[in-house]
């Protein structure tokens, strides 16, 4: 893996952050080597506390930086107003989106025909377990890609996809997946506490039974089928609970209603970006 070089990094909030953290842990990337831009103090701070270089505004950036990659982690709604300030440095770095909604066509509309990796990780990517969806524009060589590639999986699972659309499919799932489980976890939580349990137990209880269910499938030769099948003994407990939860509206209809409305959100976003 080649670690060489510097990262810029605009925008280090909740996601830009974690991506952070990622690479500092996992690229084996000298923390001082990430530039952040990062208008908020706090949120500059951390970052510094992380070991990086952070800046108040892009004019504050070294002068004879040449970084490789080039993260634009900002809100969709603000993509618009920020690249022409960067497009300097093009001439060095591939340029990589993690923005949903936000096509490529938006940035070569700024930048011209320059390497741009546009991807949806997730939050997970803050402790090298992420899913990151990608795409690359026909700019990208097999250099820059190479590169692209390690600083993505250093942080997680990468699946490069073969139409760049997809990606809004991919933040439906993986990208928001994230806060549909932490809401599970607070819905079972709830539920705990409604059976009796104390408040305390009933989120461990949730919590790790989410953790040890979730690593039992990654690592379990059986699907996920099987294996709730396993769990549900005929006319017992968990049959009974399930019988709940096919029946309309089902959860499997929830959630698909729940992906379908975060897919047209992305459409959307394509349009403020
Ligand atoms: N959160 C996730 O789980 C997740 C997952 C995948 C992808 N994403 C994508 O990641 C991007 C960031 O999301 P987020 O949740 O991390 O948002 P966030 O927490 O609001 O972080 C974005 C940060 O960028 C700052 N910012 C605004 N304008 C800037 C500029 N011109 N230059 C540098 N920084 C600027 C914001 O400051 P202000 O608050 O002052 O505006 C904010 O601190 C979005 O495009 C989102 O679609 C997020």
């Known amino acids: 893996m080649d670690q060489s070089g510097e990262i810029v990094l605009v925008?280090?909030?909740?996601?830009?952050?974690?991506?952070?953290?990622?690479?500092?842990?996992?690229?084996?990337?000298?923390a001082d080597r990430i530039h952040v831009v990062e208008p908020v103090e706090a949120l500059r701070r951390r970052a510094v506390a992380a070991g990086a270089a952070a800046y108040a505004d892009a004019s504050e950036l070294p002068q004879a930086l040449q970084p490789r990659a080039f993260i634009v982690a900002v809100k969709p709604q603000v993509i618009g107003s920020m690249l022409a300030t960067y497009r300097r440095f093009s001439a060095t770095a591939a340029f990589v989106s993690i923005a949903a909604g936000v096509p490529i066509a938006t940035f070569e509309a700024t930048l011209g025909a320059v390497p741009i990796v546009r991807d949806m990780p997730n939050m997970p990517a803050s402790i090298g377990m992420g899913v990151i969806a990608a795409f690359a524009n026909a700019h990208t060589g097999n250099v820059q890609m190479a590169y692209v590639s390690d600083l993505l999986a250093a942080v997680g699972n990468v699946h490069w996809l073969p139409e760049e659309e997809l990606i809004n499919a991919a933040t439906a799932i993986s990208g928001s997946g994230p806060a549909y489980l932490f809401h599970f976890i607070e819905c079972l939580t709830e539920a705990g506490i409604a059976v009796g349990l104390p408040?305390?137990?009933?989120?461990?209880?949730?919590?790790q039974t989410v953790d040890g269910?979730?690593?039992?499938?990654?690592?379990?030769?059986f699907s996920p089928t099987e294996l709730r099948q396993q769990v549900t003994s005929p006319n017992?407990?968990?049959?009974?609970?399930?019988?709940?939860?096919?029946?309309?509206?089902?959860l499997a209809a929830l959630l698909r209603e729940a992906a379908a409305a975060a897919h047209q959100r992305a459409l959307e976003l394509a349009v403020v970006g």
Do not use: D, Q, Y
Request: proline share 2%; charged share 10%; aromatic share 6%.
């Open 213 to 221: 269910a979730s690593t039992l499938a990654s690592a379990s030769v």
């Open 11 to 30: 925008g280090c909030g909740n996601m830009g952050f974690a991506l952070l953290e990622g690479w500092v842990a996992r690229f084996g990337i000298a």
């Open 236 to 250: 017992g407990t968990t049959a009974a609970a399930l019988e709940v939860l096919m029946a309309e509206p089902s």
């Open 199 to 207: 408040v305390e137990t009933a989120h461990a209880l949730a919590k």
